[in-house]
């Protein structure tokens, strides 16, 4: 058989060029920081079995009725703090379309035309939906969809790989589709943290007592049913440390975020960091090696929250080195694991 133009039935619609598509996928971002923005987007968030595991017929009605007739306005408060009013986006957007731009170009200059990169969101918009469509439309035929998490968690990339699977599911002709896994011990993303930390300490005019890597917490439960998430972190704790040259009382590891009753990872980096100015320790900077881009959990709660717990107990100086976001190095570490995953494509 031949699938010269000639030789199609006619009326069969033309092929073009056959391409390849990098879909990044980030948490997500409420449209605006108004009531029903904000309660569009936690509904949605907050409604995720990934997220809150608890049966809907006994979550549903408190977050319906209570969570979500309070918690848009808190929330919209605080990203009110933090929001680009210039471009009317949350920062998260502003550094997830930065970081594709730069991803788009160093992915042409080792690839040629035939890459197509493009961003989504897990809530909110862009939706997953509407950019793997968008890459189909483009002659995409094969897709390798990154979740901008180093670390896995079921709460982020499962939800994000479940939603994507949902998408293909409304396609009659779907893609071929490769999974970017988890990349929290590549040496590039290591060295990547690894330089952001030496710069942030050249820039100070003094040399803080220790580094706390604040993670995204989640219930403790979820490592005991199976998640690797709190080891994954710990290691990216130990081989940044290592990378540095420093003794392990030099970094150390919590967790932030926790909501609701249940017991979460611990230590909670909010009363860590009040316990270690209470010690003694004045002077601390904090990293958060799980955000891949600067976003409401580093830019109001650890410069918020986290901070003036730090300062309430006495500390001095506080220190918040920012994300990788579209840093060369960071672009560097994700080209190369986007690069191994389409082995055999390109």
């Known amino acids: 058989m031949t699938d010269r133009i000639q030789d199609l039935p006619e009326g069969h619609p033309v092929t073009g060029t056959r391409k390849i598509g990098v879909l990044i996928a980030n948490l997500g971002t409420p449209d605006g920081y108004d009531y029903w923005s904000m309660r569009r987007y936690l509904n949605e968030f907050l409604s995720d079995k990934r997220v809150i595991d608890i049966p809907d017929w006994k979550w549903q009605p408190l977050l319906q009725t209570v969570i979500l007739t309070k918690r848009p306005f808190t929330s919209g408060a605080n990203y009110k703090l933090i929001w680009n009013e210039k471009l ?44 793997l469509r968008g890459l189909i439309a483009q002659g995409c035929t094969k897709i390798v969809f990154l979740p901008l998490y180093p670390q896995y968690a079921g709460a982020t990339v499962a939800t994000a790989n479940d939603q994507l699977f949902r998408e293909l599911m409304k396609e009659k002709r779907q893609p071929t589709v490769r999974i970017v896994p988890e990349y929290y011990d590549n040496p590039l993303y290591i060295e990547a943290l690894a330089g952001s930390v030496t710069r942030a300490y050249a820039g100070l005019d003094h040399k803080p007592d220790l580094l706390v890597a604040s993670y995204h917490g989640m219930p403790k439960r979820y490592i005991e049913e199976g998640d690797p998430y709190y080891c994954q972190c710990r290691k990216t704790s130990r081989l940044l440390r290592e990378k540095l040259g420093w003794n392990e009382d030099d970094l150390h590891t919590s967790f932030q975020s926790v909501f609701g009753t249940e017991e979460w990872l611990r230590p909670y980096t909010v009363d860590y960091v009040a316990e270690l100015a209470k010690q003694g320790k004045k002077r601390i900077a904090v990293i958060a090696p799980a955000f891949s881009a600067d976003c409401i959990e580093t830019l109001e709660e650890i410069q918020g929250e986290i901070q003036e717990a730090f300062l309430h107990a006495g500390g001095e100086r506080f220190t918040y080195i920012p994300c990788l976001n579209d840093d060369p190095a960071h672009i560097a570490a994700l080209t190369a694991v986007i690069a191994d995953t389409l082995a055999g494509w390109v």
């Open 88 to 131: 009317n986006e949350s920062p998260l957007m502003t550094i997830t379309r930065a970081q594709t731009a730069a991803l788009a170009a160093s992915l042409k200059a080792r690839f040629g035309d035939r890459i197509v990169v493009d961003f989504c969101m897990r809530y909110g918009n862009p939706s997953t939906g509407e950019k």
